[in-house]
């Protein structure tokens, strides 16, 4: 009985285990920070495009979609804009925050 009761347990303490390993690589690989030679590429765009000033870069790996928060445009609005991985811009929306 006792085996029983240490075999179950090593089993639960392994599968948690194996779970929070595959649970930690699923969160770290939503998203991360544009390189700066992305950063420049998307920069060079968004000038292109009279939206000289943005904040952050974030590339999505889910999506395959570069994400630029607070974009301002010379139009005096703040946008929130997508990029594909060749830098074209596929998503422009108003950033109402």
Avoid: H
Avoid at 16 to 32: Q, S, T, Y
Avoid at 43 to 49: A, F, G, R, S, W
Wanted: proline share 2%; charged share 30%; net charge negative.
């Amino acid at each position: 009985m006792k085996n029983l009761i240490y075999l179950g347990i090593q089993y639960l303490s392994g599968a948690f285990l194996l779970w929070l390993c595959f649970a930690g690589v699923a969160w770290a690989d939503e998203d991360r920070d544009a390189t700066p030679d992305e950063r420049a590429k998307v920069e060079e765009v968004l000038k292109k495009q009279s939206c000289p000033s943005f904040d952050d870069v974030d590339f999505i790996f889910r999506s395959n979609l570069y994400k630029v928060n607070d974009v301002i445009c010379n139009d005096g609005k703040k946008y929130d804009i997508l990029l594909d991985k060749n830098f074209n811009i596929v998503s422009k929306q108003e950033d109402r925050d």
